[in-house]
């Protein structure tokens, strides 16, 4: 056999087999613990979703509870579905295109990770599952902005080019191991549970909708009280409650990396809702239920991007500020005249960017004196200008292809509900149903 032969075949078992031996590489050893935890938490996100309708549903006019709920479940199904078809694959397979998105052809269907157990110890399909939780919620999140008044055909269209043009490469790029994000700096930009891929990212996309779409008819003149304030304190329970797998399930073990996040989630939530009923003692004389509940949901925003880096002390501080900023940004909202119905963005937003930058006061020495390990030298402010870096081009890239997917489907399909429509509710106009078996006989 002559050498350009044997080299031939040489070169071409080694191409058969490496696909094989980089496989049986990942393979690890299931750990029960671990999978148990991470089933658990799996389930815990889930929970924020109907969650989300309950706290949406209870602030929205009587005539558009179910409209507003439904937007959360339909989330869970159209989402539900992409994710496994193509999600999973475009947000953790190889980097494409420059390391735009992702893709691996084996994991659509999750048809390659069917005996597959990770270097942590669990299988595939939970991890796959967990994540998947993320991608539902987050495009749900969008829906409070311009809640009463879009026609439901066009929404679910919407989410589900977002997640596909915006939700899944800021996956890719914050968590996959070869992501551009992922690997900036000593050890990457801080992102532990969904800072910029899940609030920043929903949280700047509802602020363009807010200005895209325009404010409900008759806003702010017309009062729109919210119609259930204990449904929507439930649903803010139920929030705080799914957070601690949102957070602490985002460890990926079952050690004290989960027991940190857990409690440093616990004590920013508490924070936050504290903070909100001083503001409100001071600026109102009364402390009220919506403040409490925007309060839990502030502090367990700022506290997701941190979770895996800060001690106790600093959840205090980033539960304090959050509160401090989302109220203020609230009240700008009025005074600025856009219509995000149910505060996505002064929230979500505002928290999710404050979290992301602020951390960076707040780490851990174990951590800083890791990355210095890493990268020979390394400081706080070179960490702040990765983390700055990371939330400016979420912004950008949120923005700019939310404007260009909300332009699409305003064209091609009408984004608002015509007016007699939304004066009627979505209700009755766009489901043929009422929340709570009334007749609105005004």
Known sequence: MSFKIRKFVFFGLLTFLLPTLSFAAEQGTNDSGIT?????????????????????????????????????????????????????ALSFGPSILGGWIGWNPDLFFLKGIDETIMPAGIPEYVFAMFQGKFAIITPALIAGTFAERVKFRSYCIFIALWSLFVYCPLCHWVWASDGFLFNMGAKGAIDFAG?????????????VMAF??????????????????????????????????????SSIQSGLDTARALTVTQVAAAAGALTWMILEAFHHQKATSLGIASGILAG???????????????????????????????????????????????????????????????????????????AGSWTVWQQLQVQVTAVGITVVYASLVTIVLIFVVD???????????????????????????LINVN
């Open 212 to 249: 895209y779409l325009g404010a409900r008819r008759g806003y702010p003149k017309i009062s729109a009280h919210p119609n259930n304030l204990v449904m929507t304190l439930t649903g803010a329970g139920l929030l705080w409650v799914g957070w601690f797998g949102f957070n602490a399930g």
């Open 411 to 437: 064209k091609l399909f009408g984004f608002r509900m015509k007016e007699s429509d939304e004066k009627a509710g979505m209700d009755h106009s766009l489901h043929g149903e009422h929340g709570y078996g």
């Open 300 to 374: 367990l925003v700022v506290i997701t991007p941190a979770a895996g880096v800060v001690q106790v002390p600093g959840a205090i501080a980033l539960g304090f500020i959050a509160s401090i900023i989302c109220y203020n940004a609230i009240l700008l909202k009025g005074k600025l005249g856009y219509d995000d119905t149910l505060d996505v963005f002064g929230i979500h937003g505002v928290a999710g960017i404050a979290g992301a930058i602020l951390l960076t006061f707040f780490i851990r020495p174990s951590w800083m004196a890791d990355a210095a390990s890493i």
């Open 195 to 207: 800072g910029t891929v899940v609030h920043i990212s929903s949280g700047v996309s509802a602020l």
């Open 36 to 88: 148990s935890w991470m089933l658990t938490s799996t389930a815990l996100v889930l929970l924020m979703v109907p969650g989300l309708a309950m706290f949406y549903g209870g602030l929205v006019r009587t005539k558009n509870v179910i409209g507003t709920m439904m937007h959360s479940f339909a989330a869970m199904a159209i989402i539900g579905v992409m994710w496994v078809v193509c999600g999973y």
